[in-house]
Nanobody, 122 residues
Framework: QVQLVESGGSLVQPGGSLRLSCTVS????????VTWYRQALGKERELVVH????????SYADSVKGRFTISRDFGKNVVYLQMNNLKFEDTAVYFC???????????????WGQGTQVTVSS
């Protein structure tokens, strides 16, 4: 059973920092592309950052470039999202997505966490 559990969301003031974690169980992170998404109230889910097969294969949304950093720890099977200089517009539920290639079926499986709330407010 594959599980993704996000944590680290909180209420933070503008300019503050948070580190979100996505703990993965049931499959190894190595070889799995990972993406953080977010969804603000009343808005569609949007991509925040994608991390491909190698650590230099990252793609950030323009709105978070220079402020957010994705990383992963294969030993702990955790993906992190370091968020600095947070702004009001970063308020959203943040979701972790992991794709895993199932060789026996020759197809990709998509896994999601339940989300963690980030609120930026003064």
């Amino acid at each position: 059973q594959v599980q993704l559990v996000e944590s680290g969301g909180s209420l933070v003031q503008p300019g503050g920092s948070l580190r979100l974690s996505c703990t993965v169980s049931g499959l190894p992170l190595s070889g799995c592309p990972v993406t953080w998404y977010r969804q603000a109230l009343g808005k569609e889910r949007e991509l925040v950052v994608h991390l491909g097969f190698t650590d230099d294969a990252t793609s950030y949304a323009d709105s978070v470039k220079g402020r957010f950093t994705i990383s992963r720890d294969f030993g702990k099977n955790v993906v992190y999202l370091q968020m600095n200089n947070l702004k009001f517009e970063d308020t959203a539920v943040y979701f972790c997505n992991v794709k895993h290639y199932a060789t026996e079926r020759d197809e990709w499986d998509d896994y999601w966490g339940q989300g963690t709330q980030v609120t930026v407010s003064s």
